[in-house]
T-cell receptor
């Protein structure tokens, strides 16, 4: 399968713990995006990278959130000192760095904060 | 006002019916438009891009009206397998991020 891959699929953790998610994009895609989705809502943009450069961050991305894409391939999203409100599906997507190219999504990581 | 607005539904229609969804967007500088389909607890999957001239893919037709700032999706001859949430997506000019609507739930009934 050469689609977008996310790991883990599910994460359950206690409030206050740190969590890290990984995303492996489609290999030839330069752009990588992170979104968050809660029940009954559409996904909300968090941040995106072109190669290793983080080009845009949402105001939703508080200082407890950090994303990296060190070699321009896979990316990690870390949440420090998790809170109840962080419970959501975290979706990664990738696309070619061309205009009007659609984004392709991974299966997501479902985070539950106890 | 939300940047992208959709009627959340649900739309319950019988098999074989034609159903249409609209979506309005607030940023007139928006550049790219898409419809995605999302099944329960799954990731969004691209259904179709929406072009200025309108486009069709089998039973699905998408239209863009820039003057009124809305896009539409028409599904003809609905199948049970069309039951899903349909997400309207807009990408503003100058950015590559997506702005999603809340989605419209469709249930096709036997």
């Amino acid at each position: 399968d050469t689609g977008v891959s996310q790991d883990p699929r599910h994460k359950i953790t206690k409030r206050g713990q740190n969590v890290t998610f990984r995303c492996d994009p489609i290999s030839e895609h330069n752009r990588l995006y992170w979104y968050r989705q809660t029940l009954g809502q559409g996904p909300e943009f968090l941040t995106y990278f072109q190669n290793e450069a983080q080009l845009e961050k949402s105001r939703l991305l508080s200082d407890r959130f950090s994303a990296e894409r060190p070699k321009g391939s896979f990316s990690t999203l870390e949440i420090q000192r998790t809170e109840q409100g962080d419970s959501a599906m975290y979706l990664c997507a990738s696309s070619l760095a061309l205009e009007f190219q659609p984004q392709h999504f991974g299966d997501g990581t479902r985070l539950s904060i106890l | 006002r939300k940047e992208v607005e959709q009627d959340p539904g649900p739309f319950n229609v019988p098999e074989g019916a034609t159903v249409a969804f609209n979506c309005t967007y607030s940023n007139s500088a928006s550049q790219s438009f898409f419809w995605y389909r999302q099944d329960c607890r799954k990731e969004p999957k691209l259904l179709m891009s929406v072009y200025s001239s309108g486009n069709e893919d089998g039973r699905f037709t998408a239209q863009l009206n820039r003057a009124s700032q809305y896009i539409s999706l028409l599904i003809r001859d609905s199948k049970l397998s069309d039951s899903a949430t349909y997400l309207c997506v807009v990408s503003p000019s100058g950015t590559y991020k997506y702005i999603f609507g809340t989605g419209t739930r469709l249930k096709v009934l036997a």
